[in-house]
């Protein structure tokens, strides 16, 4: 039996609110920051400034709306404890871990490739 190699995905219509909805949820899955805290994340919890100090070049204003937004969805979860001072810690949702998986092999994905990636841009760029 043949395995197909990827799965194709049909386009829904411009206007239709599936499509729309689609569309949102892979806007905050795909951005770069999301990837990289949701792969963060995929290790345990962390502390906010724990991610900071991890996630190259996130300003500490991007850092903030990103986890925002992934909670907001219900990928991440934010617990404060009252300490001076107060600790803020962030961690997956259930739903989030399993996003966290398919994040992971994404960014394996990249690691394995960015050498390529970068050999094809060189040959492209150059005259």
């Known amino acids: ?13 411009r206007h239709d609110p599936e499509a729309c909805h689609l569309r949102h949820v892979l806007d905050r899955v795909g ?10 994340l995929g290790g345990g919890p962390r ?4 991610l900071r ?3 190259e070049g996130i300003s500490a204003r991007m850092l903030t709306l990103t986890l ?5 969805d219900g990928l991440v979860t934010r617990t404060v404890t009252p300490t001076t001072p107060p600790r ?11 996003l966290s998986v398919e994040v992971s092999g994404l ?5 394995q490739h960015r050498e390529y990636i970068a050999e094809s841009r060189r040959a492209f760029d150059s005259p």
């Open 107 to 111: 960014i394996r994905w990249a690691e």
């Open 53 to 55: 100090r991890s996630v």
């Open 1 to 13: 039996m043949d395995i197909p190699t990827h799965t194709a995905v049909t386009t829904p219509a």
């Open 88 to 98: 803020v810690d962030y961690a997956l949702t259930s739903v989030g871990e399993t």
């Open 68 to 72: 925002r937004s992934l909670e907001r």
């Open 31 to 40: 951005d770069k920051w999301s990837v990289l805290i949701m792969a963060m």
């Open 47 to 50: 502390r906010y400034s724990e």
